[in-house]
C-alpha cells in the first residue's frame, strides 16, 4: 500500500466495504484486520518488532509502537466518540482541532495516532542508502546534495526543544525540513509531509540515551524507507 489510509469507517455500510477493502489490503499487504466497530484503527507496524535492530531495538519499537502509539489510538477514539467529529476522517479532525483550545486533548491524540502511523512507514529493514529516480532529483534540486539534506535535516532534529518531530516536506515544488513540537503535523501548515521522524524521547532514549543526533543518523543511513518517500511524492 502506498497511500495513507484512511482509518476509521463513519458507518455499518461503509464499515462492511472498507473491511472488504482492508482484508484485500491485508492479503496484499500482510496487514491485520480492520476494526468493525466505526473506530480508529492501530495498523499493524509493517515489518516485525525486531526488524529494525541493530539501529532500533525491539524493546523500543515495543513500548512505542505498543504502548504510545496504541495509547494515542485508544485515547483518540474515547474523545472522538459522541463529539461532533464522529464522522470524520484523521486529517479533517487535525484540520479542524489545530489551535482550537477546546480541543485540545483530542488534536493532540488524534495527530499523535496519525504521526505515528505515517512515521513507520518511513522506515524498512534494509533501508537507508540513496533515493532513486524522481526523488533523488528533487533531492539534489532542492538541498543540493543528499549529504547537504541529511546535514539539515539532523540539525533540525538535534535543535528541536523537547519533545516533537522531524520532516520531510513538500511545499510548492520544492522539498523542505520542517520541525513540529509535540503533537503538531505539517498537514495543519498546508505543507504536504513526505517523511518524519520523531524525536520524542520515547522514539530513542532505550537505544541511544541523550543522543538524539545519533539516532536521527542511523534511521537516514540504514532505515529511510525512500520507496515510500517517492510514493507520497506522487499523490
Ligand atoms: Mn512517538
Known amino acids: ?31 491485520g484486520p480492520a476494526d468493525e466497530k466505526g473506530l480508529f484503527v492501530l495498523e499493524p507496524l509493517p ?17 512505542h509502537y505498543g504502548r504510545h502509539h496504541a495509547g494515542y489510538v485508544k485515547m483518540a477514539n474515547s474523545l472522538v466518540k459522541g463529539s ?11 484540520k479542524l482541532t489545530s489551535g482550537k483550545k477546546g480541543h485540545v486533548p483530542i488534536f493532540n491524540n ?26 533523488a532529483k528533487k533531492v539534489k534540486d532542492s538541498f ?25 516536506v513538500l511545499d510548492g515544488d520544492k522539498l523542505k525540513v520542517v520541525k513540529t513540537s509535540n503533537a503538531d503535523t505539517p498537514l495543519t501548515h498546508g505543507l504536504k509531509p513526505v517523511f518524519a521522524v520523531d524525536v520524542w524521547e520515547h522514539a530513542y532514549y532505550l537505544d ?24 507520497q511524492l506522487e499523490q
Not at 463513519?10 to 464499515?15: G, L, N, Q, T, V
Open 1 to 31: 500500500m502506498t497511500g495513507y489510509p484512511v482509518n476509521r469507517v463513519k458507518d455499518s455500510r461503509k464499515a462492511a466495504s472498507l473491511f472488504a477493502v482492508i482484508c484485500l489490503a491485508a492479503m496484499i499487504a500482510q496487514c
Open 110 to 135: 488524534v495527530a499523535q495516532a496519525w504521526n505515528h502511523a505515517f512515521f513507520w512507514k518511513c522506515m524498512k529493514p534494509g533501508g537507508g542508502g540513496s533515493p532513486k529516480g524522481k526523488l
Open 208 to 231: 541511544y540515551q541523550n543522543r538524539r543526533a545519533d539516532f536521527v543518523e542511523k534511521v537516514l543511513d540504514h532505515l529511510a524507507n525512500w520507496d515510500f518517500v517517492a510514493s
Open 144 to 168: 543540493g546534495s543528499l549529504d547537504v539534506f541529511k546535514e539539515e535535516f539532523i540539525t533540525t532534529a538535534n535543535s528541536q526543544f523537547g519533545s516533537g518531530w522531524t520532516w520531510l
Open 47 to 63: 515489518y516485525a518488532e525486531d526488524a529494525l535492530q541493530p539501529y532500533i531495538s525491539a524493546e523500543t519499537i515495543s513500548f
Open 84 to 94: 461532533v467529529f464522529e464522522d470524520n476522517s484523521f486529517e479533517e479532525i487535525i
